[in-house]
């Protein structure tokens, strides 16, 4: 984009959330959908003079090409140390567990493939449309395809939006989690937090 628009770089990596040397967990690429990141882009190309159909194409073709060139995701997205067997260990004694999450539905699904989890996790659910965080119609989502009441679910989450979606959605309760962010990283309306997963336990 920068190569087309030049300047926009450095405010455009300010949007997203990418610091000098991590990405901020409560940040757009960190909580963002596809299309909200092509929005912001698009925003910041709009800002140089381009007129807001162009600075869509702009955008659009920008991650398009990334998209074409880029490592699947799932290959440098590994899971937390621990998070594996966890997850056995709680589907094992019989919790439907769902991940809902900013990201598209097919990658969900290449990232449950390639690291084997299909047989812990039920059900899933991307944002592959216009609704995104912290929209509860997501929420109500993945409890359908889970088949269970939102008040009879509660939330394990690593963002705020996480937290505001589920309460908007009628769940149980809320769980922030602290692992694989920066130590200090506080999650706003969570009803608890975690930093390990070893701390959630089954009574």
Request: charged fraction near 15%; proline fraction near 4%; include cysteine.
């Given at each position: ?102 990201d598209t539905s097919e990658n969900i699904q290449n990232f449950l493939e390639t690291h084997q989890l ?25 409890c359908h395809k889970l088949d269970v009441f939102p008040i009879h679910t509660l939330m394990v989450g ?46």
């Amino acid at each position: 984009m920068d190569a087309q628009v030049p300047g926009v770089q450095e405010p455009l990596l300010m949007a997203f959330g990418v610091e000098a040397s991590h990405i901020n967990p409560m940040g757009l690429m960190a909580v963002g959908s596809r299309r909200e990141s092509e929005i912001a882009a698009a925003a910041y190309v709009a800002e140089t003079g381009q007129d807001w159909v162009a600075a869509l194409h702009i955008a659009d073709s920008a991650f398009t090409e990334a998209a074409g060139y880029l490592e699947p995701k799932a290959n440098h997205t590994p899971l937390f140390l621990g998070i594996k067997d966890w997850l056995f260990h709680l589907s094992g004694a019989g919790l439907k567990l769902g991940i809902l999450s900013a990201d598209t539905s097919e990658n969900i699904q290449n990232f449950l493939e390639t690291h084997q989890l299909n047989d812990a996790i039920a059900a899933y659910h991307g944002v592959d449309g216009e609704i995104s965080k912290p929209d509860p119609r997501l929420y109500a989502a993945i409890c359908h395809k889970l088949d269970v009441f939102p008040i009879h679910t509660l939330m394990v989450g690593d963002s705020t939006a996480d937290m505001v979606m589920a309460k908007a959605g009628g769940c149980a309760g809320c769980i922030g989690v602290t692992w694989g962010w920066q130590t200090n990283v506080r999650i706003d309306r969570a009803d608890c937090s975690i930093a390990q997963p070893t701390e959630l336990q089954l009574l």
